[in-house]
């Protein structure tokens, strides 16, 4: 994990820094003796929906997706975690069964970390709960803007205000092509882009469709790249027809 600018009074937890980044280097060391380094291979479950909450979870490298399983079985993407994230924590915080499955999109290096040990490390470390507690408030404002984006766009839209999104995260972690082209980090199949955007596969194709002949994406098998990224959030900021 590399390091990130730091304001004034120590590290910030900004929105593409992470929760690892946002911690100082005796912060960062003492997570790292309190847990053990583990690599999964691409589609391991991370953690469990459902499983007791005993352990927390830094990436370190990798993709991975938080999935929630209806009463019908159909698992629904709920977000992507990438490097510096952490992740299945807010189970063991509020001392409950985990609320959904993590699974790694790709290869996936982290840092487990014991419940007991975290909650140790939070007590020793008192301003680490305040990145914690940021993490939790922005995630809520993800989820919020994502219902918004349900009830006021639709199709070809729907997906580009989600890929907007995932650009400007992808940007954060690798830099832009020479001509400001964006490739997506999360590797999500046009099933799971369907699944997060409430949608059907058949209608990610179309709208996919649409934005390749817009000249805004280009993709291939579980890759897309924003060719416009200005472009494509003047697509997905225009009024539905």
Do not use: N
Not at 127 to 150: E, P, Y
Not at 167 to 184: C, D, Q, T, V, Y
């Amino acid at each position: 994990m590399t390091e990130r600018t730091r304001t004034r009074g120590g590290p910030a937890a900004g929105p593409g820094g992470g929760f690892w980044a946002a911690l100082d280097g005796p912060e960062r060391a003492a997570l790292r003796s309190a847990g053990r380094a583990r690599s999964y291979q691409p589609r391991t479950p991370l953690c469990y929906q459902g499983d007791d909450s005993d352990h927390i979870i830094v990436i370190e490298s990798g993709w991975a997706k938080v999935a929630c399983a209806g009463e019908d079985g159909r698992a629904v993407v709920l977000a992507v975690r990438g490097p510096g994230d952490l992740v299945c924590e807010s189970a063991v915080l509020g001392g409950r069964e985990r609320s959904a499955t993590v699974q790694a999109l790709d290869h996936v290096r982290a840092l487990i970390v014991p419940a007991a040990r975290f909650t140790a490390f939070l007590d020793a470390h008192p301003r680490v709960w305040r990145l914690v507690s940021g993490t939790f408030v922005r995630r809520l404002d993800d989820a919020d803007r994502r219902l918004r984006a349900h009830v006021s766009a639709q199709g070809a839209r729907r997906l580009a205000i989600l890929l907007a999104g995932l650009a400007e995260l992808s940007a954060r972690h690798a830099p832009p092509a020479a001509g400001g082209a964006i490739a997506i980090g999360p590797p999500l199949s046009q099933e799971e882009l369907g699944s997060w955007m409430d949608a059907s596969r058949e209608t990610v194709a179309r709208a996919l469709s649409t934005l390749r002949r817009e000249g805004l994406v280009s993709t291939g098998w579980r890759r897309i790249t924003v060719e416009d990224p200005p472009g494509l959030r003047a697509f997905a900021d225009s009024p539905d027809e």
